[in-house]
């Protein structure tokens, strides 16, 4: 069955560092997600992308964030200056149609 | 704007018991809904959903929910808790605008099951 794949698994950094998280959408899939969940937080929305732009974003998502579709097949997720508060488990989801989207095992992003 | 409210952050049946675990959901437009299930030190799983239709959906490992519009609920119950449930259950909604727009998540319940 396809799934969607993340890598790192885990990450550590340091603070004011950029990180990269990657994400393999399943293949023919149109829509593209990314969530994130602070420990012992809900999960929490910070973006989709359709069609090779933004369509939506949440107010977490500023200026230090920004996502690509540099091929195919990957969905990158770049924090530019990491924040101790990005500490947090990121989800890649992704969605054909019909609403349901089907998530990645995350990144555990940690920022020291 | 779409919220989701579950009641009990911490639920804890005996193994062999009823599960309940409890949503409420505000839409402004019909509203597709979901239960994810996230085991420890893993990623969201669907459960089930809820899109049009028939309001009583059934999903994997033996758990189903009703959506009610009139109470604004989709509970998921379960009839026979296994220790394998243990886990935490998040209640989500999207809203069905014909356009792939975001989950709105609930906090979460865990689920403790008990000998």
């Known amino acids: 069955e396809p799934e969607v794949t993340q890598t790192p698994s885990h990450q550590v950094t340091q603070m004011g560092q950029e990180v990269i998280l990657r994400c393999v959408p399943i293949?023919?899939?149109?829509?593209f997600y990314w969530y994130r969940q602070i420990l012992g937080q809900k999960v929490e929305f910070l973006v989709s992308?359709?069609?090779?732009?933004?369509?939506?974003k949440s107010e977490i998502f500023d200026d230090q964030f920004s996502v690509e579709r540099p091929d195919g097949s990957n969905f990158t997720l770049k924090i530019r200056s990491t924040k101790l508060e990005d500490s947090a488990m990121y989800f890649c989801?992704?969605?054909?149609?019909?609403?349901?989207?089907?998530f990645g095992p995350g990144t555990r992003l940690l920022v020291l | 704007a779409q919220s989701v409210t579950q009641l009990g952050s911490h639920v804890s049946v005996s193994e062999g018991a009823l599960v309940l675990l409890r949503c409420n959901y505000s839409?402004?437009?019909?509203?597709?809904l979901f239960w994810y299930v996230q085991y420890p030190n893993q990623g969201l799983q669907l459960l089930l959903k809820?899109?049009?239709?028939?309001?009583l959906v059934k999903g994997i490992n033996g758990f189903e929910a009703e959506f009610k519009k009139s109470e604004t609920s989709f509970h998921l119950t379960k009839p026979s808790a296994h220790m394998s449930d243990a886990a935490e259950y998040f209640c989500?909604?999207?809203?069905?605008?014909?356009?792939?727009?975001?989950?709105?998540f609930g906090t979460g319940t865990r689920l403790q099951v008990t000998l």
């Open positions: 989801a992704s969605l054909l149609s019909g609403g349901t989207q089907y």
């Open positions: 293949s023919n899939h149109l829509y």
């Open positions: 992308f359709y069609n090779n732009e933004i369509s939506e």
């Open positions: 839409s402004s437009v019909p509203p597709y």
């Open positions: 809820y899109t049009t239709g028939a309001t």
């Open positions: 989500a909604v999207s809203e069905h605008t014909g356009t792939a727009s975001k989950l709105t």
